[in-house]
């Protein structure tokens, strides 16, 4: 782990009211002089986070709060890739969570992209040429197919 535990900028992760049940949430987060600010999205819809953080104890905590709706408490730890923690919305609403810088990633979402991005069997039709002549590969496109857009 590197020397800045709290570092600035987009980070992303999950929460989840069940072990299987993970809810995908980016932000962007600032970490200075103890405190944390920032905002994000999730499946919720916006909302915006303000806390703090202990570069000693690896602590950080904070509210997400969703404009015009709920709030939801954050209390984690910073370790190994990421804060891990709890989310409570009331006493008998929490569940879990674990968030981490953008560049570092984290095997539970890189898994989860693998696993949702198998490759699939191309599908194609079998040409025949006529009695006596041979199949002609195609190998360029006409000229009606061609793409002259400016990137």
Known sequence: MSENLFPSGHWTGFYSYAPQDKHRMDMHLTFARGKVAGEGN???GVFLVRGGYNNTTKECYWTKAYPGS???YYRGFREGKGIWGKWELDQLTTGGFHIWPRGEGSGDLEAQATAESKPVDAIGVEETAPAGEEVKARTQRDESSRCDHQF
């Open 42 to 44: 999730d499946d919720i």
């Open 70 to 72: 709920h709030d939801v």
